[in-house]
């Protein structure tokens, strides 16, 4: 089994190619640039590339090759496709029986060893070599790629005047996504990179002189390279065309959606035209599948909230709301229950306006007004289905409210969302749609209340000691800060000088008693709701934000600018 990374450094020390000193030296590039080791010695010039890689290959007891002098077959490059080779670095070697060797750089990454065996559905057999050659060899085996930006792309249009007649429009809206047309280079280049940068939605935005080209990155709106005006039109009927959506129709709102595959992986586009002044603006929601099939345990949840959590939704009936803004993660929250009980004895369906992520083994029902197909018409017919769990998209309305209240009253579990502030606020909330308050008080079993913070970036990560408002305002003591350890984030071009990277959830989790269900019988104000859940061990969004701040998680003007209600 490989050691820890970063331990073939003590090969190279022992073998007289490195000294301390120099070793030194190296980790404080690493630390500066966000380099990894090799890269850092290669950089200094104090170890070729082959004393490198073969300290990583006696280090970790694998097997280390010169891709430049082998000569794979054919028949064993086919054996993985193009995408998957280019997106892990990875190049297949040789075959035997089930077993196939295949070239790789990283001897720690196992996760991708693991994916890879599942993609492949064979037994893999690692070997070293270095990421250079696997990319040349990857180039030389499966053809080399032209890499492309939106930048270049955007300057070709403004030093070359084209201009698009209608039926120009046309054809390029129509053709093939693999097409050389500049405008549909343009739309899948700006899809590439937004998926790329991890954004999860793109804004086309038209003005009177410009277009505005927008990606949300961890939840903040970042711009891009401005698009001549003149190009609005064809970019908005390529979109249109992808997404199967009527591109002679201009005055009203569209929707539409769009399947495509990039590096490997498979993404949906949920797309929305509104006409505005200037012509119709856009927003391409991207709904990564990957991102939720995570577990309950990697969303955020303090130990001690994740048990209570946990041993909540696996009761057999009752209702779990989720509740928060649009764009707080309560579908990833409720897609991670599901994902945990989802299993062959279970009988899961939802109702959902619309469906985002499509789930194995679940039976998910799409909201279609136009067709009186509303929630309550599903929630009405699903329970004639004989489930054990159902997901209702969102409490809107009296009718949904009721109809869920009275499925769990008769034996089935329910998850829904609610648009509420904080989790006391959902109790109050339920009353004013009309619900009656014995009923809210025998259905509710729990209330989390969420809010997502941006995570301070791993690669430029530094000590920080915040400012003495930020402190009073998170309710520390001086005490409490001083045993905390604060942190926050240089900026590198690993979060493009932003200093966080990634995003994680703050809870509230509110789990019902029998003092709060009589406070609620009796129609008492939240407030009083609160101050029992804080007895009895709640704690707020604000608090939990804290906590991780305390622990280098995040940052407390991070957690402050999300919490800013809880905070007064």
């Not at 820890?4 to 980790?27: H, I, M, Y």
């Not at 000569?71 to 064993?76: A, F, K, Q, R």
Request: aromatic share 4%; glycine share 6%; proline share 5%.
């Amino acid at each position: 089994m490989a050691k820890a990374r970063g331990e073939f450094t003590d090969v190279l020390v022992k073998r007289g190619l490195l000294s301390p000193d120099q070793l030194n030296e190296a980790r404080s590039l690493m630390q500066q640039s966000g380099a990894k080791m090799q890269d850092a010695l290669v950089k200094l010039g104090y170890c070729s590339l082959d004393d490198i890689m073969g300290a990583v290959a006696e280090n970790s007891g694998m097997q280390s090759v010169k891709l430049a002098e082998l000569t794979i077959p054919g028949s064993v490059i086919e054996l993985v496709p193009e995408s998957v080779a280019r997106e892990n670095v990875v190049i297949p070697l040789d075959q035997q029986n089930n077993t196939l060797k295949i070239a790789v750089h990283d001897p720690s990454d196992f996760e991708t060893l693991t994916k890879l065996q599942f993609i492949l559905n064979r037994d893999i057999q690692p070997v070293l070599a270095a990421k250079e050659e696997i990319i040349d060899a990857i180039n030389r085996h499966y053809g080399q790629t032209e890499t492309e930006s939106v930048d270049s792309m955007l300057q070709e249009f403004t030093d070359t005047q084209i201009d698009f007649t209608e039926t120009e429009q046309t054809q390029a809206a129509g053709d093939d996504f693999e097409t050389t047309s500049p405008v549909v280079k343009l739309v899948n280049l700006i899809i590439q990179e937004a998926v790329a940068l991890k954004a999860s939605d793109i804004h086309i935005e038209p003005f009177a002189d410009r277009i505005r080209i927008r990606y949300r990155i961890d939840g903040v709106l970042v711009e891009r390279d401005s698009p001549p005006r003149r190009l609005l039109a064809p970019l908005m009927s390529r979109i249109k065309i992808m997404g199967n959506i009527d591109i002679s129709e201009k005055r009203r709102p569209q929707d539409g959606r769009i399947k495509m595959n990039h590096k490997g992986k498979h993404f949906d586009l949920r797309v929305s035209f509104l006409p505005t002044n200037h012509g119709q603006s856009v927003v391409m929601r991207v709904l990564d599948r990957a991102s939720i099939q995570v577990s309950i345990r990697d969303l955020g949840f303090s130990e001690e909230d994740m048990k209570k959590f946990q041993n909540v939704i696996k009761r057999p009936n009752g209702i779990v709301l989720v509740t928060g803004p649009t764009g707080s993660g309560k579908t990833t929250t409720l897609y991670s229950c599901l994902n945990e009980l989802n299993r062959p004895d279970r009988k899961i369906i939802t109702a959902e306006d619309p469906v985002e992520y499509y789930l194995p083994g679940i039976n998910q029902v799409e909201v279609k007004h136009n067709i009186g197909l509303d929630f309550q018409r599903i929630i009405r017919a699903m329970l004639r289905q004989a489930p054990n769990i159902i997901l209702v998209g969102e409490i809107r309305d009296k009718e949904t409210a009721e109809i869920a209240v009275q499925a769990s009253l008769t034996g089935h579990m329910v998850f829904s969302t609610l648009h509420t502030n904080d989790a006391p606020s959902a109790i109050t909330r339920l009353q004013d749609i009309g619900v009656p308050p014995f009923l809210v008080a025998s259905s509710v079993v729990a209330i989390l209340a969420q809010r997502l913070v941006r995570l301070i970036c791993p690669k430029c990560k530094e000590p920080d000691t915040p400012p003495p408002h930020e402190i009073k305002a998170a309710g520390l003591t001086p005490q409490q800060a001083a045993a905390a350890t604060f942190f926050r984030g240089r900026g590198c071009s690993h979060c493009h000088h932003t200093g966080y990277k990634g995003r994680k959830g703050i809870y509230e989790f509110m789990r019902m008693n029998g003092a709060m269900r009589e406070m609620t019988f009796n129609r008492e104000p939240a407030q009083a709701i609160r101050r029992q859940a804080r007895l009895h061990g709640m704690k707020t969004l604000l608090e939990d934000g804290v906590n991780k701040c305390c622990i280098g998680m995040t940052t407390l003007e991070e957690v402050l600018s999300i919490c800013h209600a809880a905070a007064g």
